[in-house]
């Protein structure tokens, strides 16, 4: 049997043919981008050690341990890790049994020096008063050896008694002086000892302060601070205070590089999505291994020479402790590409620089760097639970209020955790964004 068959309007597309060259576009795209994906991965992952020099850091300050030199046992704490501290601010107490032995052992020197003191004052006393009359007595057996040498009836054995006693008379005047003389001298000394043992056993018992420990700065408790109960040996650090006036970041230079790091040289600070801007400030003589998690479990990690960065004036530093990435370009040209490509994809977080680098007064309206009087003011918002500070627009609205951009934690209108430290002003026709004078912050979540 045959069946003619009436084709369609050949200006209709088929429809199977239609999903199926639908279908072969969907797979060839998918396959290009997993294969310039992987071509990008490994373009980006083996020219990136010829682009710039990066490697580990860590944002650290000058570091001042609170210890002392007794085995102690802590009685009360009263700090807490990342609280803050004033100078001279107690943080804690202690009771020291090693202290005490000190303190009884000057004591006990004290009460022997006291005692041998009041001997020698009696020895030197008993001397004067006893010196007079053992000079009468040599005085008269002169007179009588005198005496005896112009008579011609003394017996021998008579002189000779005689003269024995003129001897002994003056032994006994001779060592009742020397006594007296020896006496006030051994006095003197003593007291220059005691008045030495009076001043040491002060200095103790004022750098004990009673078992009263307070902070040499005002700072940040860095790590946990040890707890009540809790015995330490002499030198174990009881808490650790940085000073958070003076951020840096120890970057660990990698030893396979194209070119030595110099001091001058300008690096970024990668921190999440943020790039600081710093400056190589000083090479440090010596080296050290990463502190932070190795890159591979299975190699050994070497020590690597320690460059310090300072960050640029008036940036906002991470938080102390926290583990960054260090990039320094070989060249401007790659700087320039770098910075090209993060503006391109909207990754541009150098914000800290150019708030630091660039500074309005309150009444000033006009852009500093274009000349644009198309400023958007901003205020500057300290997440406290997180130490992030930025601009309103760092963080993503919601119901509540705002999202956190580095903890994702919700602030709520007048969130205790949230506060204004100033404002920040963007210009909307070149977007560089610049400090504004306090006077002109903002009030209010």
């Given amino acids: 049997m045959t069946v003619a068959l009436t084709r369609l309007d050949p200006h209709i597309p088929d429809p199977i043919e239609s999903r199926r060259r639908a279908a072969g576009r969907t797979v060839r795209a998918a396959y290009a981008t997993i294969v310039f994906g992987i071509l990008a991965f490994f373009v980006v992952y083996f020219g990136r050690p010829i682009l710039y020099l990066g490697g580990p850091g860590s944002v650290s300050s000058p570091r001042y341990l609170v210890s002392l030199p007794y085995i102690v046992q802590i009685n009360s704490i009263t700090v807490v890790r990342g609280g803050s501290v004033k100078a001279g601010e107690e943080i804690g107490r202690v009771r020291s049994p090693q202290h005490d032995e000190i303190v009884a052992t000057y004591m006990r020197s004290l009460a022997d020096i006291a005692g041998r003191k009041a001997e020698l004052r009696v020895k030197a006393r008993v001397a004067r008063e006893s010196l007079d009359a053992a000079r009468s007595h040599l005085r008269l057996a002169e007179e009588a050896v005198q005496l005896i040498a112009t008579s011609s009836a003394a017996s021998l054995n008579y002189r000779i ?43 103790v018992e004022s750098s004990f302060a009673d078992g009263r420990i307070f902070s040499p700065i005002a700072g940040i408790v860095a790590n946990n601070p040890a707890r009540a109960g809790q015995s330490l040996v002499a030198g174990t650090p009881i808490a650790e205070i940085l000073d958070p006036t003076d951020v840096f970041v120890d970057w660990y230079v990698p030893n396979e590089r194209l070119s030595d ?35 591979s479990a299975a190699r050994e990690r070497t020590a690597s020479q320690i460059a310090r960065i300072q960050f640029s004036p008036g940036a906002h530093p991470p938080a102390l402790n926290s583990a960054v990435d260090v990039h320094m ?28 680098s660039m500074q309005i007064e309150a ?19 300290h997440h406290m639970i997180c130490a992030y500070v930025g601009p309103e627009y760092d963080f993503t609205p919601n119901i509540a209020g705002y999202t956190c951009p580095k903890c994702c934690r919700d602030i709520v209108s007048a969130d ?30």
């Fill in 161 to 203: 008694d005689m003269s024995r006693e003129r001897a002994l008379a003056n032994k006994a005047v001779v060592s009742q002086e020397a006594e007296a003389a020896e006496a006030s001298t051994q006095l003197a000394a003593l007291d220059e000892f005691s008045r030495q043992l009076s001043d040491r056993l002060e200095k």
């Fill in 363 to 381: 009444n000033q309206t006009g852009c500093p760097a274009c000349g644009s009087s198309a400023l958007m003011l901003f205020p500057v918002f």
């Fill in 416 to 445: 205790p955790a949230c506060e204004i430290v100033g404002t920040s002003a963007r210009c909307t026709r070149c977007w560089v964004e610049m400090v504004v004078s306090p006077a002109c912050a903002p009030a209010g979540l």
């Fill in 261 to 295: 790091p110099k001091v001058g040289n300008e690096v970024f600070v990668l921190f999440g999505n943020r790039r600081i801007l710093g400056e190589i400030v000083e090479i440090l003589p010596v080296s050290d291994v990463y502190p932070g998690a190795g890159s």
């Fill in 329 to 356: 370009h070989y060249t401007q040209l790659s700087a320039r590409i770098a910075s090209m490509l993060v503006k391109l994809f909207g990754l541009d977080e150098l914000r800290e620089g150019a708030r630091c």
